[in-house]
């Protein structure tokens, strides 16, 4: 059997707690990975090295492909985002957040499927912040034709694989005709010249939250700039169960990192209570990826399993405290193992 090197970030908060109960679920399923575990975050500066050392990102334009745990950025100061290094320097320019009901996990609704692709390289997370005078400040938000374009062909391919219906951009082109103008108007374009078949629809942000939570069923994929695709990740989160249930994958030309879109969770790291879910689902989306992308049947069959699992564990009630039950982090990632067949 063909087994992949997977660079392997735990992060940090319950980035450690929730990598190793991900570990042990894609070992027990027989996953065909071989880890290079590298570090990043507050676990590489404990270790007296940079945030996001340079052999973390080398090993991933290795082996192309990464799982990642959370990472801390401090608030208001200190340094720069990890996750935002990290999406910058790899070109990871097309963030893909699934968001489903789980049958296991009821909430208000039960028919939500949607599909969030987020630009993931520039917006406000620029990082160009200035002191214009002892009064007031500034952050600059960044739009490019081509990352505008990138992300709107990238939205519209995957809509056509994943036989998607219908692509929604959100936007307030209304008030930021220059940025979010060009965001809108890239999308508008690639969806006219080149995919008419699929249906589109623009919304002005704030009426489009109103419409998620009225009803999440009308919407199929949403395409989003980076900062509004970050806010609306967890607020459709919010809809299927909580960031527990919610991954995601970071895609670019030269690699893909996969990550669930919960953060560190430092109100409840270390204390083995923080739900695996979301990475276990997140390293499903990667074995999938290994399927798809490099033709190995066995990881997109391993996949298979351990969402039939998951999905077994959960209906039986076997959840973790977030989604109302009694387990611990390790206690779900043996549930889950338990039902493996
Ligand atoms: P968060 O996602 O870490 O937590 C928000 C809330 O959800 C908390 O109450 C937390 O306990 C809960 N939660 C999150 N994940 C959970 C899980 N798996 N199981 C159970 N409960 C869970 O968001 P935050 O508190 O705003 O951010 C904390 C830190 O994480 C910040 O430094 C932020 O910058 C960072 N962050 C990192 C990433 C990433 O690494 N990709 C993403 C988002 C936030």
Not at 77 to 88: A, I, M
Not at 167 to 189: C, P, Q, Y
Request: hydrophobic content about 45%; some cysteine.
């Amino acid at each position: 059997m063909r087994t992949h090197p997977i660079v392997l970030i735990p992060g940090d908060g319950i980035g450690p707690e929730v990598t190793a109960a991900t570990k042990r679920v894609l070992a027990a399923a027989g996953a065909p990975v071989e880890w290079v575990e590298c570090q990043a975050g507050l676990a590489a500066l404990a270790q007296g090295r940079e945030v996001l050392p340079q052999d973390t990102l080398d090993a991933i334009e290795r082996h192309r492909v990464a799982l990642k745990g959370p990472c801390t950025t401090p608030v208001g100061e200190g340094f720069t985002s990890v996750n935002v290094q990290l999406r910058k320097q790899l070109n990871l320019y097309a963030a893909v957040r699934p968001v489903r009901n789980l049958t296991g996990v009821p909430t208000r609704f039960s028919d939500v499927d949607l599909i969030i692709v987020r630009e993931n390289t520039e917006g406000l997370y620029s990082g160009v912040e200035n002191q214009i005078t002892e009064d007031a400040v500034m952050s600059m938000k960044v739009a490019t034709q081509t990352a505008c374009v990138r992300i709107a062909h990238w939205a519209f391919r995957f809509a056509t694989r994943r036989r998607r219906k219908k692509i929604t951009v959100f936007h307030k082109a209304n008030i930021m005709k220059m940025t979010d103008g060009l965001f809108l108007r890239s999308a508008r374009r690639v969806h006219q010249h080149e995919y008419p078949n699929i249906e589109y629809q623009e919304l002005i942000i704030d009426a489009g939250c109103m419409k998620l939570v009225q009803d999440p069923s009308q919407f199929d994929l949403l395409l989003l700039e980076n900062l509004y695709g970050d806010v609306v990740s967890d607020l459709c989160a919010g809809l299927v169960g909580g960031l527990g249930v919610v991954p995601g994958a970071n895609y670019g030309e030269r690699g893909a990192v996969f990550e669930a879109v919960h953060g560190s969770a430092p109100d409840i790291a270390g204390k083995g209570v923080a739900n695996p879910l979301a990475l276990i689902m997140s390293a499903v989306m990667m074995l999938n990826h290994l399927a798809e992308d490099l033709d190995d049947a066995a990881a997109g069959a391993c996949a298979e399993r351990i969402k039939a699992a998951y999905n077994q564990a959960l209906e039986e009630g076997q959840k973790t405290r977030d989604l109302g039950g009694p387990l611990g982090t390790d206690q779900f990632a043996s549930a889950v193992i338990e039902r493996l067949r």
